[in-house]
């Protein structure tokens, strides 16, 4: 069964770190490429971030890039997003999720964990 | 701003067929699939159908989608109770090199 868990979410002021990781299980993580999305309480999805398998091909949504950055540990069946520089406007569930063929197709996705930027 | 619109709220009766419209443009939608997502409340979101009608596992067919030009449609026939959800369309866009989401529309089955 495909599974993925995220954690490292929580309460951070304006302008500190996070870190967050997905841990996945169930199916060949090397495999695949992963996404990064985030929903703000109340409102829609966002896209924040991908990574191919082989980490060769990342891509930033212009609202995070030069502040977050993805990464994964194939070793480790893990992905990461290192949250930098963080602002109100992140305060969001991030989910994690695979993706299926087009970077726009997520067949499966983590519970989400918040990040709540406030001081 | 979502850069793929949707009509915030959609609804129907039990049984009916209701459509949900996603509208883009030539950088998204007119050149790339695209996938619509539900999201039943307090879950996360659940890939539902994607390019020529194709659905995971355990979608009934009452949920098929289309597409033409820049704009793309999910219908639901045989409403039931149990697809009032937020439901999203999605598409890579070529001029922001990544996926985009549409705003949302909240389906209520009345």
């Known amino acids: 069964e495909v599974q993925l868990v995220e954690s490292g979410g929580g309460l951070v002021q304006p302008g500190g770190s996070l870190r967050l990781s997905c841990a996945a299980s169930g199916f060949t993580f090397s495999s695949f490429s992963m996404n990064w999305v985030r929903q703000a309480p109340g409102k829609g999805l966002e896209w924040v971030s991908y990574i191919s398998s082989s980490s060769r091909t990342i891509y930033y949504a212009n609202s995070v890039k030069g502040r977050f950055t993805i990464s994964r540990d194939n070793a480790k069946n893990s992905l990461y997003l290192q949250m930098n520089s963080l602002r109100g406007e992140d305060t969001a569930v991030y989910y994690c999720a695979r993706v299926l063929n087009s970077a726009a197709r997520n067949d499966y996705w983590g519970q989400g964990t918040l990040v709540t930027v406030s001081s | ?110």
Do not use: H, M
């Not at chain 2, 949900?20 to 539902?48: D, E, F, R």
């Not at chain 2, 009032?84 to 989401?101: I, R």
């Open chain 2, 1 to 110: 701003q979502s850069v793929l619109t949707q009509p915030p709220s959609a609804s129907g009766t039990p049984g009916q067929r209701v459509t949900i419209s996603c509208s883009g443009s030539n950088s998204n939608i007119g050149s790339n699939t695209v996938n619509w997502y539900q999201q039943l409340p307090g879950t996360a979101p659940k890939l539902l159908i994607y390019t020529s009608n194709q659905r995971p596992s355990g979608v009934p067919d009452r949920f098929s989608e289309s597409r033409s030009g820049t704009s793309a449609s999910l219908a639901i026939s045989g409403l039931q109770s149990e697809d009032e959800a937020d439901y999203y369309c999605a598409a890579w866009d070529d001029s922001l090199n990544g996926p985009v989401f549409g705003g949302g529309t909240k389906l209520t089955v009345l």
